[in-house]
């Protein structure tokens, strides 16, 4: 993460991570190109409406935009890959995930996915990742969180923007064993295939996306998914493809491994990490519980 302390610098490294010119900035806040100048060099700031904006432009988190577009801005660390931005030095790293198993998960800024405006902002997240050739359908996460309510969740921030998500697939052994062996894709999974892990012996709970803006949004998250699976009393697959490191470091600390990852791909998408489908089972989760 790099650190910020104004909204000039957070929008020019905007418009360099994303190629974005000057007057197509202006343009998209519908603003004269001397305004971005202005607020690229510090001397205005962006009024209240253009906050809002910004984050439907920029896709930047609000919190981020809040605490630097001020006149005593608050210095705040953000990652254009992943999305995630941080208060302090020290807070940037994930911990050990045990002290998160007993984290109350419940909040009021988490609930499950549901309406078309989630859907989008997941769509819209998704579209950002390298790995992501092309996002799953509407449908097919609508299906996915009326089998799997429990797993499939958004969250927001204190001001009600969006702050991040899980979709989780339930889907059979025999068709996770397709993708495992790179015969089948994300992309070719379709409604039918999703199942009621209720009526199979062996569900796989297959993780197409986690991801939030800060760790403790991630945390609310990763305690859900804590929540439902201490639950679960019968064999199960946990399985993820993902090319975002910080997702696969707190994995493998719960004792997931990789079963491949594709450096070929990495090279052409310029991904920070390798795509990788890493698993997990009921065996190895509940050996970490007991750790």
């Not at 190629?19 to 100048?37: G, M, W």
């Not at 199960?236 to 470091?249: K, L, P, V």
């Not at 994995?251 to 390798?274: D, H």
Request: contains cysteine; neutral net charge; aromatic residues 14%.
């Amino acid at each position: 993460m790099k650190k910020y302390t104004s909204i000039g610098a957070l929008l020019i490294d905007f418009r360099k991570f994303n190629n974005v010119s000057q007057a197509e900035l202006a343009s998209k806040f519908d603003v004269d190109i001397r305004t971005i100048i202005r607020w690229e060099k510090n001397e205005t700031l962006l009024k209240p409406d253009k906050e809002e904006e910004m984050v439907d432009i920029t896709f930047i988190p609000y919190q981020v935009i809040r605490n630097l577009n001020a006149p005593v801005s608050i210095p705040t660390y953000y990652d254009f890959n992943v999305r995630r931005y941080s208060l302090s030095n020290i807070s940037k790293e994930l911990p050990d995930p045990h002290w998160i198993i007993d984290m109350h998960a419940e909040t009021n800024r988490m609930r499950t996915i549901k309406y078309e405006s989630d859907l989008n902002e997941i769509i819209r997240y998704t579209k950002s990742q390298p790995h992501v050739a092309k996002p799953i359908s509407k449908e097919l996460i609508l299906r996915a969180t009326e089998l799997l309510p429990d797993l499939n969740q958004i969250i927001f921030d204190t001001s009600g923007f969006y702050s991040g998500h899980n979709v989780f697939l339930p889907i059979s052994k025999r068709l996770y064993n397709k993708i495992r062996k790179r015969t089948l894709t994300e992309n070719d999974i379709t409604i039918n295939d999703l199942i009621d892990y209720k009526k199979h012996k062996n569900p796989v709970f297959y993780a197409y996306d986690m991801c939030s803006d800060c760790n403790e949004n991630f945390f609310y998250l990763v305690a859900s998914i804590f929540s439902f699976l201490k639950d679960i009393e019968k064999d199960f697959i946990y399985a993820s493809y993902t090319s975002r490191n910080d997702s696969y470091h707190i994995n493998s600390l719960m004792g997931t491994y990789i079963v491949w990852e594709n450096k070929e791909l990495q090279k052409e998408i310029k991904s920070l990490a390798p795509p990788r489908l890493y698993e997990s089972n009921y065996a190895v989760f509940n050996e970490f519980l007991e750790k």
